[in-house]
């Protein structure tokens, strides 16, 4: 059974940081293409940034810069660092992990960005 758990989000002020952690299990990660969406109140979601199996990253031109998508294939986990968050940065973010042409779905954690 494929499990995707994800961490790390919560309330920031403009211009912190957090990084999100996506842990995955019953999967075979090295596979997999990893991405991180995203989807702000009111909004479609979105892709934020994906890594591929390759080590090609694909970002978003709102957060080219500040944020960076990384993996660790021996802990089974994708990481997506977030720097000089912004207001419009506010959404609830998911991990999904597509091995085989077959994608899995985190439950979303949610990141605010507020003073």
């Known amino acids: 059974q494929v499990q995707l758990v994800e961490s790390g989000g919560g309330l920031v002020q403009p211009g912190g940081s957090l990084r999100l952690s996506c842990a995955a299990s019953?999967?075979?990660?090295?596979?997999?293409?990893t991405t991180w969406y995203r989807q702000g109140p009111g909004k479609q979601r979105e892709l934020a940034a994906r890594?591929?199996?390759?080590?090609?990253?694909t970002y978003a031109d709102s957060v080219k810069g500040r944020f960076t998508i990384s993996r660790d294939n021996a802990k089974n986990t994708v990481y997506l660092q977030m720097n000089n968050l912004k207001p419009e940065d506010t959404a609830v973010y998911y991990c999904?992990?597509?091995?085989?042409?077959?994608?899995?779905w985190g439950q979303g954690t949610q990141v605010t960005v507020s003073s």
């Open positions: 890594l591929i199996i390759d080590g090609s990253t």
């Open positions: 019953g999967i075979i990660f090295r596979f997999a293409v």
């Open positions: 999904n992990v597509n091995v085989l042409n077959i994608a899995y």
